[in-house]
């Protein structure tokens, strides 16, 4: 819409073009042009195009919302923005094909993001709003920078000219108020910050040292030439107890990306960050904390004694005894790689962070698993678990603790309980498990470890997850066993069918078949694997599992056929599907005998037919005369009486 236009229509806006406003070319409506009025109540989105002549934009009459988005495309005069009032402040999106002028924004500003030709920025409020902002572009002047007639909650600097220009024996000072942004520091070799409360600089690549002569939160990005940052001179100056009192007090900050190789900070800071991935020499005089992020090449450090330290990414040498770690999952993945290509060297680093991982317990296991089912040091393996252990049982509050005690890994020891995500606590345990299958013939804790293994089993879950896991085709020996010696402690106690029994048991039955059929077992191993078919498999598929089993252990087949026909009827209440009644249960019992004394099974006959079918005279009589006999029946010694109890 031109700018005749809008006068004709007396800028009734809000009756023609509602909330979002676009206007391409001259617009501007008071000021010959220059300055573009608006009273829109329900604005909620601007677009102004190509206005080579607006200067001020006034947006004051546009009554009180809760935020504004503004795009600005090439308007090269633009210098003054009059926002509304604004609850959460605006969002300004600025295109030219050039560095921009100056520009001046009053009012909330919430983000604000700018593109030209030779740079791109973004800024975005940490909290809420700036309450104005400063834009110094290719016509600002040094004194705008060096010393400022207004202070602005933010001031961006466009111009690497411009800093070039207010840069005096080879050093920018700063002395503004406010938030201040450097969009362009490529032309700076010093800075000294003198005024500022927040400093973020960008493309400093030349910039070697920095002051710090009030406490201010500096960030920099491409640092590659930085080596020193200090508090400045003006401490010097000071007489010494007032330089004390001065050190105590600063409590600067800094946040340092770059390749920069050495790097030293003088005097006493308060959290530091290094993003700097091929630094090999750092000295911190004092800090309230210092955190790493991917700094493995750090060969040489000098540090005050008792400083937090945090390591996130790649561990270095130096520090992998006094810092706390953190590592994310591509940069274990890359490590774990390394140690699969032979650089065993990495081990302990990597057995060192895995502890220290936030949720650190399933991606632990999995990458211990990983490693042992390489072939290293199965001792060192077990020893980090049983510290991710111990960690995970802590309160919260001491998780990030360095050391662990005695007590702590002894605590661990005593229990088997994992913080594993929901949807992966099967595919957690089973890692578990076969971590201690592996390190068990190698390390007498994980040889210990195996008392309270058998000991969690009292409850049903872990109980079920053992004979699951354990009696899988591809369970190693030693998990094999376990999963045995806790089938017969059950069958000893009683308890089996209440651990087996119910809806959610999610245990194999044909591997516990498998088992039976084709692995050498003691008695009572066999008679514990019996009872767990018996719990486990579908009603409907028991003749043919007998057949099965009949073909390698007639005798005692037979006789705990016969001791499962002596069952309460609560079992058959609880193993029957259907409706259950008294008439289908003594079927039941009947059918059991018959299976018991068919030769060779009931190869020849179909399953569902047998098991549904009711009873013959004949046959009933034959299930008498068996039950009548079986106390005489030698075959009742390969079985202890049933006590199952059924929930």
């Not at 800028?11 to 073009?17: D, F, K, N, V």
């Not at 070039?164 to 910050?193: F, H, K, N, P």
């Not at 996130?312 to 770690?325: D, I, K, Q």
């Not at 409850?459 to 085709?473: L, N």
Request: glycine share 8%; hydrophobic share 40%; proline share 5%.
């Amino acid at each position: 819409m031109q700018r005749n236009q809008l006068a004709d229509a007396g800028i009734g806006l809000g009756e023609t073009l509602g909330q979002v406003v676009a206007l391409h070319g001259p617009t501007g409506n008071a000021d010959q042009g220059r300055r573009l009025v608006l009273n829109e109540l329900r604005l909620r989105a601007l677009d102004l195009h190509d206005d080579p002549a607006l200067e001020v934009l006034d947006l004051r009459g546009c009554g009180r919302q809760h935020y504004l988005h503004l795009q600005l495309d090439r308007l090269p005069h633009l210098r003054e923005i009059y926002l509304p009032c604004l609850a959460e402040g605006a969002i300004l999106h600025l295109f030219n094909l050039d560095v921009p002028a100056s520009l001046t924004v009053h009012g909330r500003v919430r983000e604000i993001d700018a593109d030209w030709q030779k740079g791109t920025l973004r800024l975005t409020h940490r909290q809420r709003s700036w309450e104005g902002v400063q834009l110094l572009g290719h016509d600002a002047k040094p004194d705008d920078l060096v010393d400022p007639p207004l202070a602005f909650p933010l001031n961006v600097v466009l111009s690497s000219e411009l800093l070039q220009a207010a840069t005096m024996d080879g050093a920018l000072c700063l002395s503004g108020q406010g938030e201040w942004y450097l969009a362009d520091a490529s032309a700076l070799e010093r800075l000294v910050i003198d005024g500022p409360s927040v400093l973020r600089v960008s493309r400093a690549h030349a910039l070697r040292s920095m002051q710090m002569c009030k406490p201010a939160h500096f960030e920099g990005t491409q640092l590659d030439a930085l080596a020193r940052l200090g508090t400045g001179e003006a401490r010097c100056s000071l007489n010494a107890p007032a330089a004390a009192q001065y050190c105590m007090s600063f409590k600067g900050a800094a946040v340092l990306r770059g390749n920069m190789q050495a790097l030293t900070l003088v005097d006493e800071w308060g959290e530091v960050q290094l993003h700097t991935p091929r630094l090999e020499r750092l000295a911190l005089s004092g800090a309230t904390s210092l955190t790493l992020h991917n700094c493995g090449h750090l060969e040489t450090v000098s540090l005050p004694e008792g400083l937090a330290i945090d390591c996130h990414g790649t561990v270095p040498t130096p520090l992998l005894h006094v810092a706390r770690f953190f590592i994310d999952e591509a940069t274990l993945k890359q490590a774990l790689n390394r140690l699969a290509a032979g650089e065993n060297e990495l081990l302990d680093s990597v057995l060192t962070m895995l502890p220290q991982r936030a949720g650190a317990a399933f991606h632990g296991l999995t990458s211990l698993l990983q490693l042992a089912e390489q072939g290293l040091d199965a001792q060192a393996l077990w020893h980090c678990r049983r510290m991710i252990a111990a960690r995970q049982m802590m309160p919260r509050r001491r998780r990030q603790c360095i050391q662990l005690t005695d007590q702590d890994l002894a605590r661990a020891d005593g229990a088997w309980r994992w913080d594993l995500p929901r949807d992966r606590v099967d595919e957690g345990i089973l890692a578990d498990l076969q971590l201690w299958a592996l390190c068990s013939p190698h390390s007498t804790d994980a040889q210990t470890y195996r008392k309270s293994l058998v000991a969690s089993c009292n409850e049903g879950q872990k109980f079920q997850w053992i004979v699951r896991f354990g009696s899988r085709p591809d369970a190693l020996s030693p998990l094999r066993q376990l999963m045995l010696e806790v089938l017969v402690k059950q069958q000893a106690c009683g308890t089996l069918s209440l651990c087996l029994g119910g809806q959610d048991n999610t245990v194999n039955h044909r591997y516990l078949v498998r088992i039976m059929s084709h692995e050498p077992l003691t008695a009572e191993q066999r008679n514990a694997l019996l009872g767990a078919v018996s719990e486990v498999a579908p009603w409907e598929e028991l003749p043919q599992l007998v057949t099965t089993l009949l073909q390698r252990y007639p005798g005692p087949v037979r006789a705990f056929l016969i001791a499962l026909s002596r069952n309460p009827d609560d079992w058959f209440h609880g193993r029957l599907p259907g409706r259950v009644g008294a008439t289908r249960i003594r079927q039941a019992r009947l059918q059991l005998t018959q299976l018991a004394l068919m030769p060779g099974g009931w190869s020849g006959m179909t399953t569902n037919s047998r098991l549904n079918e009711p009873p013959t005279a004949a046959s009933e009589a034959q299930a008498q005369v068996a039950r009548n006999s079986a106390f005489e029946d030698p075959l009742g010694s390969y079985l202890t009486p049933p006590t199952h109890i059924r929930r």
